[in-house]
């Protein structure tokens, strides 16, 4: 079975600091990658996915397929970037069932 | 611009009631889904629809039902309340392809 692996469960960086926050994937064929983001009292939003290849809010992931990642980056961290973040592969087949990491809390420290 | 609801933000219920979470969506999306999202534990699918009347479990079915009648409402349901059911739960849609899912803005509920 596919699984996504968010392997911090919180990261906190200074403002101003380079964040970067990780996903590995297992599966083995080619997957569709997304990173949702929840911010304090707000629905989970889509942030981007990697088939668009899209920088959003000074947001970049890269699909790495030799090491099974596709981790979040930003150079410079802005207070109001502090969030959950997760990551989530799409599982092929027809029921397009997203397989989800457990998420990273991202804590912006002014 | 909202386009998934939930009928309710807060719902506090007693043990053993038989409790309704409503969910619509506006965007003619084939599927549709049910979360609870813990601390520490992320999102966990409970079911999910692809179709109107047909129903999947997800990976924590037991204790729960629901109900497509209709595309655009899913409706969870706890056929008999108990306190490990507090959580916030989440109902999202998506079409059959890779844009994404689209969430409502969860209901908390409690269980005393």
């Known amino acids: 079975a596919q699984r996504v692996t968010q392997p911090e469960k919180l990261l906190s960086v200074f403002k101003g600091a380079p964040v970067e926050l990780k996903c590995n994937y297992s599966y083995s064929g080619s997957p569709e990658l997304f990173w949702y983001v929840q911010y304090s009292r707000q629905r989970l939003q889509l942030l981007l996915r990697?088939?668009?290849?899209?920088s959003i809010k000074g947001f970049t992931a890269d699909l790495n397929k030799g090491e099974t990642s596709f981790h979040l980056k930003k150079p410079f961290a802005q207070e109001e970037d502090s969030a959950m973040y997760y990551c989530?592969?799409?599982?092929?087949?027809?029921?397009?069932?997203?397989?989800w990491g457990a998420g990273t809390k991202l804590i912006i420290k002014p | 611009d909202v386009k998934v609801t939930q009928s309710s933000r807060y719902l506090v219920k007693r043990t053993g009631e038989k409790v309704f979470l409503e969910c619509v969506q506006d965007?003619?999306?084939?599927?549709m889904f049910w979360y609870r999202q813990d601390p520490g534990l992320g999102l966990r699918l409970i079911y999910f629809s692809y179709d109107v009347k047909m129903k999947e479990k997800g990976d924590i079915p037991e204790g729960y039902s629901v109900s497509r009648e209709k595309k655009e409402r899913f409706s969870l349901i706890l056929e008999s309340a108990s306190t490990n059911q507090t959580s916030m739960y989440l109902c999202?849609?998506?079409?059959?392809?890779?844009?994404?899912?689209?969430f409502g803005s969860g209901t908390r509920l409690t269980v005393v």
């Open positions: 989530a592969s799409l599982e092929g087949g027809s029921n397009y069932q997203l397989i």
């Open positions: 990697h088939i668009s290849r899209e």
């Open positions: 965007m003619d999306h084939e599927n």
């Open positions: 999202a849609s998506s079409l059959t392809d890779n844009y994404g899912y689209t």
